[in-house]
């Protein structure tokens, strides 16, 4: 999945998957630091993998890959956010 939003800052990328956490540019942009957590914990289940790519100012994008039987499926959008 990719946004074109704020970016996550690198000092927040060793924190990123922990439940709560909020990366510290975030201002008031709602939310409760628990969505990256959930997805990490199912992507964990599946013996996937979940990456990123962020720039500030410019986006994020997430790569989420997951095995479907024997093989390695990449799941992703481009969601114009």
Same mark, same amino acid.
């Given at each position: *999945? =990719?946004? =074109?939003?704020? /970016?996550?800052?690198? @000092?927040?990328?060793? =924190?990123?998957? @922990?439940?709560?956490?909020?990366?510290?540019?975030?201002?008031n942009i709602t939310g409760?630091?628990? /969505?990256? #957590?959930?997805?990490?914990? +199912?992507?964990?289940?599946?013996?996937?993998?979940?990456?990123? @790519?962020?720039?500030?100012?410019?986006?994020?994008?997430?790569?989420? *890959?997951?095995?479907? =039987? /024997? #093989?390695?499926?990449? *799941?992703? +959008?481009? +969601?114009?956010?």
């Amino acid at each position: *999945m =990719r946004d =074109r939003g704020i /970016g996550i800052p690198a @000092e927040d990328w060793p =924190r990123l998957f @922990e439940a709560f956490h909020r990366a510290q540019n975030v201002g008031n942009i709602t939310g409760t630091g628990l /969505g990256l #957590s959930i997805v990490k914990q +199912c992507v964990d289940l599946h013996d996937g993998q979940i990456s990123f @790519e962020s720039h500030l100012g410019k986006g994020t994008t997430f790569t989420v *890959m997951l095995p479907l =039987r /024997g #093989s390695v499926v990449t *799941m992703g +959008c481009d +969601c114009g956010f």
